[in-house]
C-alpha cells in the first residue's frame, strides 16, 4: 500500500524534528517535492529558510540531507530523529562531489 501524501509529511515531519514544518507538493514532473523549513532562521526578506532549492533535486533524501546539515550547522545542539543519518547524508554529499569534479 502506498502512503499518502499526508502520511508522508507526518512522517518526515517527525524525522526532522520540532524546529521543522514539512510540506509536499507535486512538481511539474509528477514527482512529490519535500520543503522542510525551519522555524527559527529566515533567508531572504522575512521568509523561513527551507530545503527547496529550484531546479535541484528535492525529493525526500536530498531535502532530509540539507536538513540535517542545517540541524549540525545553526542547531547544534538540536535533537531530531534524522540526525542518525548524518554518517550517510556526509557519504551522499561526498559522491556528488567527487562526481562533479570528474564531470559526471
Given amino acids: 500500500m502506498v502512503a499518502s501524501r499526508s502520511a508522508r509529511e507526518r512522517k518526515a515531519g517527525v524525522e526532522a524534528g520540532p524546529l521543522a514544518t514539512v510540506k509536499i507538493d507535486v512538481g511539474a514532473d509528477q514527482q512529490f517535492v519535500y520543503k522542510v523549513s ?6 531572504k526578506g522575512d521568509r ?5 532549492r529550484p ?45 562533479r569534479e570528474s564531470g559526471a
Fill in 48 to 52: 523561513a529558510w527551507s530545503t527547496y
Fill in 55 to 99: 531546479g535541484e533535486d528535492n525529493g525526500y533524501m536530498a531535502a532530509m540531507d540539507r536538513w540535517i546539515f542545517h540541524l549540525k550547522e545553526k542547531h547544534p545542539d538540536a535533537d531530531a530523529p534524522c540526525l542518525v543519518y548524518l554518517p550517510e547524508a556526509q557519504q551522499r554529499l561526498h559522491e556528488r562531489r567527487v562526481a
Fill in 38 to 43: 525551519c522555524t527559527v532562521c529566515t533567508a
